[in-house]
Every structure is written in C-alpha cells, then in structure tokens.
T-cell receptor, first 112, second 111 residues
Framework: IAGITQAPTSQILAAGRRMTLRCTQD?????MYWYRQDLGLGLRLIHY???????GKGEVPDGYSVSRANTDDFPLTLASAVPSQTSVYFC???????????FGQGTRLTVV | QKEVEQDPGPLSVPEGAIVSLNCTYS??????FMWYRQYSRKGPELLMY????GNKEDGRFTAQVDKSSKYISLFIRDSQPSDSATYLC???????????FGTGTSLTVIP
C-alpha cells in the first residue's frame, strides 16, 4: 500500500541523547514536511523540503535538523533531546506545495 | 491572531444528526482547503480537498468554502459512531511552504 512510513512508532529517550526519526514515502512526492502535534497547539511545522536537496525552516525549527538526500526519505534529527521536545511527530508529503498533504502514522516521543 | 481558527469543541451529537464543522482564516491568499479526520493515536487522514470557493460533495461529506467571508465548513450527513474523531481544517496558497492547520474539533457521535 502506497503511503508514508515513519519509524519508530514510539520512543522514550533520555535528555541529552541524539535521536533520528525516520520518514519514507513511496508516492514520489516532491514536498515533505515534519510537524509536531501538541495538545491545544495543534500541528506546528518544524521543517519542510520542497524538493530533494532543499530544506527550509518552519514555525518551530530550534533543536531539530533535517536532510533530503533523495525524493523518498526525510529524516528528522534531534541533536540533544530536551523534555520540551516530548510530542507526537508527523511526517507528511504532497505532490507540490499546493496539493493535498498525506500523513504518516506518527512517532510518539517522550524525553525524560 | 492565528492564521486559522477552529472551535475545539468538544461536539457531541446523536447518531443520524447533521454535523457542521467550521474554520475561519485571516489570509486572503489561501486558495486550497482541506479537511482531515484524525482518530485517537493515528495520523491525520485526508477527507476533502477543495480549490477556491464553492461546494464539494463526497458521500456523506460536503465541504464548503466561502472566500469572501474567509470561512470554510465541513458537513457530515447521517453521522455514524465511526465518525467520532478529531477534525482538522487546513489551507495553503500556491507560493506557501506549509499548510496552516486549525487546532481541531473533537466530535463524538452517540449511538
């Protein structure tokens, strides 16, 4: 089934540790996104990529980095995790910037 | 002021009722509008995608866009318990780099 795969589905991480959340899509979409979802705050954009080889900062980029080496993969790295990064992380993709976005099932991250 | 405003609810209706979910927005450049359904502990699932003003119908769901009022709606006819979820509106424009989401409305359909 075509779609977006995120891994891991959940993780408990010690503060200060480095962590990479993986995201792979098989729809050959140009644009990919990372959002975090927190109660009462909704979905907030962390980083985006309009096409392979390019990335940009979203609303809440601090403490996160991304890379887009190819069309399919868009990993999100937390260099040194802090408790405020406890959240549910969603990867999404769209064919272009103005077409509908499709979401993965999320990664539930707890930083302790 | 947030780009997109959505009443968080919660909204509780009896089975078979017509449900109306709404969002308002401030950016007149938005042209593309989406509604997502999100079940607990799942990712958002696209329900409807519309461009500019007008109505779009898909089964029991109707999406309505009124650009002059900066107001979008999702109507659910003959609501079912399986419709119980959080509904998110989203929108973007041709040159934007992101989708702007409402915070979601929690809906419960009571059998």
């Amino acid at each position: 089934i075509a779609g977006i795969t995120q891994a891991p589905t959940s993780q408990i991480l010690a503060a200060g540790r480095r962590m990479t959340l993986r995201c792979t899509q098989d729809m050959r979409h140009n644009a990919m996104y990372w959002y975090r979802q927190d109660l009462g705050l909704g979905l907030r954009l962390i980083h985006y990529s309009n096409t392979a080889g390019t990335t940009g900062k979203g609303e809440v980029p601090d403490g996160y980095s991304v890379s887009r080496a190819n069309t399919d993969d868009f990993p999100l790295t937390l260099a040194s995790a802090v408790p405020s990064q406890t959240s549910v992380y969603f990867c999404a993709s769209s064919e272009s910037r103005s077409t509908e976005a499709f979401f993965g099932q999320g990664t539930r991250l707890t930083v302790v | 002021q947030k780009e997109v405003e959505q009443d968080p609810g919660p909204l509780s209706v009896p089975e078979g009722a017509i449900v109306s979910l709404n969002c308002t927005y401030s950016n007149s450049a938005f042209q593309y509008f989406m509604w997502y359904r999100q079940y607990s502990r799942k990712g958002p699932e696209l329900l409807m995608y519309t461009y500019s003003s007008g109505n779009k119908e898909d089964g029991r769901f109707t999406a309505q866009v009124d650009k002059s009022s900066k107001y979008i709606s999702l109507f659910i006819r003959d609501s079912q318990p399986s419709d119980s979820a959080t509904y998110l509106c989203a929108m973007t424009n041709q040159t934007g780099n992101q989708f702007y989401f409402g915070t979601g409305t929690s809906l419960t359909v009571i059998p």
